[in-house]
Structure formats: structure tokens, C-alpha cells
């Protein structure tokens, strides 16, 4: 749909679109962001409205496929109220620092108050250049749009907290990476895009009024119940680290390798955010890596929750002085907070991995259990999704016991392990048919598998078709029922299909 032109009436047309924006973050001192509008593209077009999510943001999608709506999600079109900016922030990639980096591709368009009253970011990524590009472009190819779309949405159907997408449309121009490629711009959600790294860039300054502002800031939007501490600053570093290793946790549990973990990747609001080279593991292996950039393993799967600890460690560094007066104490208080993040994230695994075998509550020999059978899908490379879902689906149907027990090639050692597993599924309260309908709620049947996404994204790309894209978006959007027509989406890829390497697209 090519956007509708610019005229006087403009703004008046885009207040029918229901954006009432309520902004805060552009309120504090202009050191945090640089006011920055889109940069307009030639012929703009839907891919997607996300009729979810703009329902739950009180807008009318009717009014968002309109000419004017595709303008907005465009960057063409400025709403009435919007005062978008980039953001300003550091970060450590890979491990080392760099003093500044910030919203590159990316421009802020104001906040509005969904109808939980929960106040969200609406944020267009790849819209044009801002004053932290570094020589780059601004823009987003089509790929990484349909990607971060598509996997964005599945983690919240999923169960997994996660930035959501409102709208993806392309831009009628090229972007020039390895070759030309579409240009495309996504509408992200965030409760917050506050990172890690935007504390990290005013502490490495020594900047310790910045600091603090922003602390007070974040508490008031994410955390206002910190206010009521004796100490709000460390209340404030606790509710981080436990919002943390819970959302790593759940990544742990469904398979899900995030690929970049830099501190400008993580997310103060402990949302799953920036699904650059992400996957999902096809057979389990903790030291799997798909990101092309990943060259050591830093962020493998199994390395998720040390890396979140390790960035955490680095948030708690910016709030040393704000933690307590003297510094000794304040490291202290720090060390401690950060110590316990092992403890919870272990906890919150746990809890989740007892689940998904079908246990209720934890007993003396139920992590032996679980670490057992993680050895054996290691050893037996067994597909990570397909083995708890067969396991699931095994306490019932002789079908998928066979097939479980045959994925593991009928050794002795599994067959071993179903037999105490049994034996332990006796000890709970629930019978066996309600311990099968609980594992199938928290075992899914269907991820955005790697090679599908692909899939996907190369019809996008080589016939400007998006059927295949709104299908497997309707797929995951239930991820945990059985969809009999659709079940070709549950299937492993096969090995001419498998995906190797993801890239991060900028």
C-alpha cells in the first residue's frame, strides 16, 4: 500500500489513529537521548499489523492499514503527541567496552498507556540515521524485521516476557549489506528500552547525577514499589537480578539461545530484547552457538545464565555509589546481591524443568532425574522441543512411547531412566492423565524453528510473498496445541535444512 502524501491535514489525520501518547522518558535532561525524527522512505507497504497487541495498546487496526497508518510505521508520518528521539547508551560487547553506542537504527516515537495501565515504548527500528549511527545506514533489511517479528511474537505465546511487534512494513528502497537486500522497518513494543548499557554510559563518564536520575527514573516507571525501601538503590539492583533469572530461566526451558548477550542487550524491565542472531536448539547441546559472530562460545546456550550474571555484576558497578555512602559497604552489598543470583536462577530452572517432566514438587533425587536425561539427549542428540513433547505425550499413547524410546535409539540407559521416571510420576497426587495434560502446557509443539523462519524469510525476500509468514505466525501463536494440519511446523528440520549460522543483520 503506497503511503498516503503529505499534506496541511496530516497530524489531524493521524489523531484518528488512537496514539495518545503519555511521554516521560523525554523529560529528563537531554543528555540521555537526541531528538531525532525518521528519515521518510519512497513507497512503504504492510507486512503485518499485530491486531493483539494494537488492541491491548487501545488502538484500532482498522485505522493502522490505513494509508496514514502505514505512514506512521513508516517513519513518514509524525502522530500528533509523538516526540521521538534516539536513546542514548553504552555497552560491553563481547566482553569489552565500548563508551557509546545508542539507538543507531532506531528512533523513539513516545510512550502511550496500554489498557492493563502499563506504559509502553513504541519504537520504529531501521528508520534512518541518528546521531549514534557510526557511519552506518540506520537501516533494517527485510530479513531481520520478519525475524525479530516472528520470534518476538512466539516468545509471548510461548510464555516467555519479550518486546512485542506492532507492525513490520517495508520501505520500497534497498539496503546494501553483503548485496542488495529489501528495506524493511518493525514497530517494537518495550515497557521499557532502558539497557544496562544506559547506566554503564554515564557511570563510565563518572557522571554520577545521571546516574542517579536514571535510577530514580526506573524505579518510578518499572519498580515503584522499591520506593517504599529503606535502601531503594539496592531494592532496585534485587528486583533487576531476580527479573533476570527468571526470564533466563525461561529461555533455558524452551530451548532458546539469544546470541548477543552484550549489557546493550540486556533490558532493565526483564524483557527478552534485540533478536538479532538468535535460534532454538535443534538437538540439545549446551554449547551450542548459531550466532556468525559468536566466535568463542561466550553466549552458547549453556553459558546463558553465567553471561547474565556477569552483566548484572556490571549493572551493580554503576550503582556502587548510590548503594552506600561508604564503598566498602557498598561493594559488599553488591557482592552479596550478585552472589544470590546464582541461587534464584538455579531455583527458577529448576522449578521449570521439574514441570516439564511432569513433577509437581521437588524431591531428593528429581535434579538427578533431570540432569540424566539431558546427558542422554546430549548423547543420543536427540531434538530438544520433540523429546519433552514425546515424553509428554508418551504417559498415554503407546504411539509416542515407542517413539520416544526410539529417538533414543532403545538403549538400556534410557530405558532405565523411563522406567524411574515412571516410577517417580506414581509418587504425585495427580494421575497420570492430568500429569500428561499439565507437561503438554508447558512443552510445546511448536517454536519458530530456525530453518523455518528461513524459510519464510527467503519467500519475503526472492517472490515478495508473505503467506508463509502469516502462517507460521497463526501456528505459534499456539504454540502448545496440536493443530493437526499444521504439524509438518513440529517437525525437526531435516539435515539439507538444518541451520548452521544466524547473523545479527546490521
Known amino acids: 500500500m503506497p503511503v498516503e502524501k503529505l499534506d496541511n491535514n496530516i497530524n489531524s489525520k493521524s489523531n484518528n489513529l488512537g496514539f495518545n501518547f503519555d511521554n516521560s522518558f523525554v523529560l529528563l535532561p537531554q543528555q540521555f537521548y537526541a531528538k531525532v525524527s525518521p528519515t521518510p522512505v519512497t513507497n512503504p507497504s504492510i507486512i503485518a499489523?499485530?491486531?493483539?497487541?494494537?488492541?491491548?495498546?487501545?488502538?484500532?487496526?482498522?485505522?493502522?492499514?490505513?494509508?496514514?497508518?502505514?505512514?506512521?510505521?513508516?517513519?513518514?508520518?509524525?502522530?500528533?503527541?509523538?516526540?521521538?528521539?534516539?536513546?542514548?547508551?553504552?555497552?560491553?560487547?563481547?566482553?569489552?567496552?565500548?563508551?557509546?553506542?545508542?539507538?543507531?537504527?532506531?528512533?523513539?516515537?513516545?510512550?502511550?498507556?496500554?489498557?492493563?495501565?502499563?506504559?509502553?515504548?513504541?519504537?520504529?527500528?531501521?528508520?534512518?540515521?541518528?546521531?549514534?549511527?557510526?557511519?552506518?545506514?540506520?537501516?533494517?533489511?527485510?530479513?531481520?524485521?520478519?525475524?525479530?517479528?516472528?520470534?518476538?511474537?512466539?516468545?509471548?505465546?510461548?510464555?516467555?516476557?519479550?518486546?512485542?511487534?506492532l507492525a513490520a512494513v517495508t520501505t520500497g528502497e534497498t539496503v546494501v549489506r553483503t548485496k542488495k537486500l529489501p528495506g524493511a522497518i518493525l514497530t517494537r513494543v518495550a515497557c521499557s528500552h532502558i539497557r544496562v548499557g544506559s547506566f554503564e554510559c554515564f557511570a563510565n563518564k563518572g557522571d554520577k547525577q545521571s546516574v542517579k536520575i536514571l535510577a530514580d527514573y526506573t524505579i518510578n516507571r518499572l519498580y515503584p514499589e522499591c520506593s517504599s525501601s529503606s535502601n531503594k538503590y539496592i531494592e532496585l539492583l534485587n528486583k533487576v537480578i531476580d527479573s533476570q533469572a527468571q526470564l533466563i530461566a525461561s529461555w533455558m526451558h524452551i530451548g532458546f539461545i539469544h546470541g548477543v548477550m552484550n549489557t546493550d542487550n540486556m533490558a532493565i524491565s526483564g524483557e527478552t530484547i534485540d533478536y538479532g542472531p538468535c535460534a532454538f536448539l535443534d538437538e540439545y547441546d549446551p554449547a551450542k552457538v548459531f550466532s556468525s559472530i559468536d566466535y568463542k562460545g561466550r553466549y552458547a546456550f549453556g553459558n546463558q545464565g553465567r553471561i547474565a550474571q556477569w552483566n548484572l555484576a556490571r549493572f551493580a558497578e554503576t550503582l556502587l555509589f548510590l548503594l552506600d555512602a561508604d564503598q566498602n559497604e557498598a561493594i559488599k552489598l553488591a557482592e552479596n546481591s550478585i552472589a544470590h543470583f546464582t541461587e534464584l536462577f538455579e531455583n527458577y530452572w529448576i522449578a521449570g524443568m521439574l514441570k516439564k517432566i511432569g513433577l509437581a514438587s521437588q524431591q531428593e533425587n528429581d535434579l538427578q532425574l533431570i540432569d540424566q536425561l539431558l546427558h542422554l539427549m546430549q548423547k543420543h542428540k536427540t531434538d530438544y522441543t520433540v523429546t519433552f513433547r514425546y515424553l509428554s505425550l508418551s504417559l498415554e499413547n503407546e504411539f509416542y512411547r515407542i517413539a520416544i524410546k526410539d529417538m533414543f535409539g532403545s538403549s538400556q540407559e534410557f530405558e532405565a531412566w523411563y522406567m524411574g521416571w515412571q516410577e517417580r510420576l506414581n509418587v504425585e497426587d495427580d494421575s497420570i492423565s492430568e500429569i500428561a495434560q499439565n507437561m503438554c502446557l508447558v512443552n510445546p509443539n511448536y517454536i519458530p524453528r530456525n530453518h523455518r523462519v528461513e524459510q519464510v524469510i527467503d519467500a519475503a525476500i526472492e517472490n515478495n510473498d508473505f503467506s508463509l509468514m502469516h502462517e507460521l505466525i497463526s501456528v505459534l501463536s499456539n504454540p502448545y496445541s496440536e493443530q493437526k494440519d499444521m504439524l509438518h511446523y513440529a517437525e525437526p528440520p531435516k539435515t539439507h535444512e538444518r541451520v548452521y549460522q544466524t547473523f545479527c543483520g546490521t
Not at 50 to 65: F, P, W
Not at 108 to 136: A, M, N, Y
Open 49 to 165: 499489523i499485530n491486531d493483539r497487541v494494537a488492541s491491548e495498546l487501545q488502538l484500532d487496526s482498522s485505522m493502522l492499514k490505513t494509508a496514514v497508518g502505514v505512514g506512521v510505521f513508516a517513519g513518514n508520518v509524525i502522530p500528533s503527541g509523538a516526540a521521538p528521539i534516539a536513546m542514548k547508551y553504552a555497552g560491553h560487547q563481547f566482553g569489552g567496552f565500548v563508551p557509546q553506542l545508542g539507538d543507531g537504527r532506531a528512533v523513539l516515537l513516545g510512550e502511550i498507556v496500554g489498557t492493563s495501565g502499563q506504559r509502553f515504548d513504541i519504537q520504529l527500528k531501521g528508520s534512518g540515521i541518528t546521531p549514534f549511527s557510526r557511519q552506518g545506514d540506520g537501516r533494517s533489511s527485510l530479513g531481520p524485521v520478519i525475524r525479530e517479528y516472528i520470534i518476538s511474537e512466539a516468545m509471548n505465546s510461548l510464555g516467555i516476557r519479550t518486546t512485542r511487534a
